[in-house]
């Protein structure tokens, strides 16, 4: 079990971990290209002269056929001026307003830029040609209470290729299985503050990973679109669905508000204050050098940002388009939520063993994660591993005992194996030292020696007489770790790890140190 959950159990009522945003993406991947629509156009016995006025025919029969099905259960029809209305907003009202419990909530259209076809005379060549461009052209949204989903949205473009969006959330899914199952929970908005039974809700949760995902969006794509078959039965054509961006989130249900609203500050100035790059690279999957500095091949930029919301504060760390961050998500009279997550969009990162694709037969390999849904069970892994990395983190916030007595403990003399062994200045000469046993990249496998020999010798030497004198300057730094009980052995190898006591002394010491006059004072006061 992660360590802040071990270590808040007390206080902790609950945890959920699963998904909680899922954003996919269908594709007719035959007509994503200039030459597949060609093929499409052939096959429809359409000339290019005539390419404009067929596609516009094609346009307008998806159009009324979604309108015609919207009217047809009674559900309003809405054109928004601006694509950046809210509009899950208005669709939500509408729902309240009528009383939707099942079925198509609201259809809304609006122009957004898409990229689609068009027919260019080539005059090099002297011949038309189908090219692709980018323009603007009518999207629709349709907002569902689906049966299995509950509250959704799904759009399609609706000129050519015809790509779909379908947006989900995980957490209003299992409010629905729990509904099946007769769970009784209590919740606000996204989160769950309390469930009658914790292990019963995350069993439901965890049978979401095995979705057969390519059937579920088949059916949301059929009413998204109630004419497909007929648009394309000369030239049949189905949707290669692919994850586009995926939330991750651990709640953790706390007993009592009081307990979260004094916790959550302290883990916000940790998270600010203390993770540094390297920790959020690793946490996100991307590689760290073994000295701990970041790859010079890394052309992204690591960015944490602070939000203060109407429900609370929100601290995020983002690396390019993937991110973590963490939550004071609700605070209710039956239990108060913490919610760490993680968010991928980018899986260019992470690797899944898996056959190359298209070859059934071949061996497998550590590949990279794809988009499509094939990888989704990786993706839910590596999502999972992320949130929990990040929260893990944050485990050794929140002790009581002051950093005085922390560094009272640790400059005091030791006797270890029947020897003295001095005390440690941690402020001192030690320092480097702490900064080096602590770095992200040992967190999950240790060091050994010749590791902190590279941190403070820099390059390897040839000579054997110098390797010696090395090797026994960072036996001595180990054993003064170790006597101080900062590090223990990994038994059977010749790593070493931070063990309890020293991630908390090194950890609480380092942000006091990195904490400004402004950030103390108040606290002070």
């Given at each position: 079990m992660n360590k802040f959950i071990m270590k808040h159990r007390d206080e902790i009522t609950g945890v959920l971990s699963g998904f909680d945003r899922l954003v996919f993406r269908g594709w007719l991947r035959a007509l994503s290209y200039p030459d597949g629509m060609g093929h499409y156009l052939w096959a429809n016995d359409v000339r290019l002269v005539d390419f404009g006025t067929h596609v516009q025919q094609v346009s307008e029969r998806l159009k009324e056929a979604v309108r015609a099905h919207a009217a047809a259960v009674g559900r309003p029809v809405h054109?928004?001026?601006?694509a950046g209305d809210d509009k899950e907003a208005l669709a939500r009202a509408i729902a309240a307003r009528d009383g939707i419990n099942d079925g198509l909530v609201c259809l809304l259209s609006c122009l957004e830029p898409c990229r689609t076809f068009e027919i260019y005379r080539n005059r090099e060549v002297h011949r038309l040609e189908v090219v692709s461009r980018i323009r603007k052209c009518l999207f629709l949204y349709q907002y569902w209470m689906h049966p299995e989903f509950g509250f959704l949205h799904a759009r399609i473009q609706t000129w050519f290729p015809?790509?779909?969006q379908i947006c989900l959330n995980g957490r209003e899914w299992l409010a629905r299985q729990m509904d099946r199952a007769g769970l009784q929970y209590v919740?606000?908005?996204?989160?769950?503050?309390?469930?009658?039974?914790?292990?019963q809700a995350q069993r439901l949760l965890d049978a979401q990973r095995r979705t057969p995902w390519p059937q579920r969006l088949d059916r949301i794509a059929r009413q998204l679109n109630p004419i497909h078959r007929e648009m394309f039965r000369a030239f049949p054509v189905r949707y290669y669905w692919t994850t586009y961006q995926t939330e991750w989130a651990i709640d953790v249900a706390f007993r009592r508000a009081a307990v979260l609203r004094r916790l959550f500050p302290q883990l916000v100035h940790y998270a600010m204050t203390v993770l540094q790059s390297q920790d959020i690279l690793r946490y996100l999957g991307r590689p760290v050098r073994m000295d701990g500095e970041v790859p010079k091949h890394f052309r992204g930029e690591v960015v944490t940002d602070l939000k203060v919301r109407e429900e609370g504060m929100r601290v995020k760390h983002r690396v390019d388009s993937n991110s973590v961050k963490l939550y004071d998500k609700a605070f209710t009279v039956v239990g108060s939520v913490l919610r760490a997550e993680a968010t991928l969009q980018d899986t260019s990162g992470f690797r899944v063993y898996r056959r190359k694709e298209g070859d059934r037969t071949g061996q497998k390999a550590?590949?990279?994660l794809r988009r499509g849904v094939a990888d989704f069970p990786r993706r839910a892994a590596v999502s999972e591993r992320a949130a929990e990395r990040y929260l893990e983190a944050l485990a050794w916030v929140d002790d009581e005992m002051t950093v005085q007595d922390l560094l009272a403990r640790l400059s005091r003399p030791r006797e270890w194996k029947g020897r003295r062994v001095r005390a440690l200045d941690p402020l001192g000469q030690d320092r480097a030292l702490l900064e080096a046993v602590c770095r992200?990249?040992?967190?999950?496998?240790?060091?050994?020696?010749?590791?902190?020999?590279?941190?403070?010798?820099?390059?390897?030497?040839?000579?054997?007489?110098?390797k010696r004198r090395r090797s026994a300057s960072i036996s001595r730094k180990l054993?003064?770790?170790?006597?101080?009980?900062?590090?223990?052995?990994?038994?059977?190898?010749y790593r070493y790890q931070l063990t309890e006591t020293g991630q908390r002394a090194v950890s609480a010491i380092f942000a006091a140190l990195r904490a400004t006059v402004r950030d103390l004072l108040p606290k002070a006061s």
């Open positions: 054109y928004l001026p601006s015809f790509p779909i919740r606000r908005d996204n989160c769950f503050s309390w469930v009658a039974d914790w292990e550590w590949r990279v992200g990249e040992f967190t999950l496998n240790g060091f050994r020696n010749r590791d902190l020999q590279a941190v403070f010798f820099g390059e390897p030497v040839d000579e054997v007489r110098e054993r003064l770790l170790r006597a101080h009980g900062v590090i223990r052995k990994v038994v059977g190898t």
